[in-house]
């Protein structure tokens, strides 16, 4: 479901990607796994989240089943807003990477949040680089840091807003007999 904050900010062509990620194939490292997976970030609500496992920082990786263009993104915290992700950067289409590659590697977007974006359930902030994250089929979210001095980062809620691009889902793909 499409929020009016969505709309109001982009319009009707414009909606959530949650559907066209490929949630099966989603990871992310330095998780508190089992209890608070990148799958509780990707569901509606604020009553479950991702957290991190050791320090603040998270490595999520995202593939969608289709190409899509990220036009803006939610991170939501609830009511821990010392937890909220601050500083985020954006890596298109680059596979297997680890923390290393993240902080060596030049991002496609960075982005600092304030505490108003992640305060309660969160504030869509634009991708101000029109072109940035256009035509991905992968995405690797690197959280650096978050708000405050807290040992872990959590996210209830991560949204991804823009349009999926007309094209062939490989996942429908079969295997042609000869």
């Known amino acids: 479901e499409i929020t009016q904050q969505t709309r109001a900010l982009y319009g009707m ?10 949630k099966s194939h989603a ?9 608070h997976t990148l ?19 998270l490595l999520l990786h995202i593939p969608f ?3 899509v263009d990220v036009l803006a993104v939610r991170f939501a915290a ?12 954006f890596f298109a289409n680059k596979h297997s990477m680890d923390f290393d590659d993240a902080t060596t590697l030049r991002p496609t ?15 869509l902030v634009r991708v101000d680089d029109c072109l940035a994250l256009r035509h991905i089929v992968e995405l690797t979210i690197f959280v650096e840091d978050n708000q405050g001095s807290a040992p872990t980062t ?9 349009k999926g691009l007309a094209s062939t889902d490989m996942a429908n793909l079969k295997e042609c007999s000869s």
């Open 27 to 35: 990871t992310c490292m330095n998780e508190l796994a089992p209890d």
């Open 39 to 57: 799958s509780d970030a990707l569901a509606k609500g604020l009553d479950t989240w991702l957290e991190s496992d050791c320090d603040e920082q």
């Open 154 to 162: 959590r996210i209830a809620t991560l949204e991804l807003v823009g």
């Open 109 to 123: 977007w960075s982005v600092e949040l304030s505490a108003s974006d992640t305060a309660m359930a969160g504030r």
């Open 78 to 89: 609830g009511v821990h807003d010392d937890e909220a992700p601050r500083t985020v950067h």
């Open 65 to 67: 089943h289709v190409p």
């Open 13 to 22: 062509n414009e909606e959530s990607l949650l559907e066209s990620i490929d």
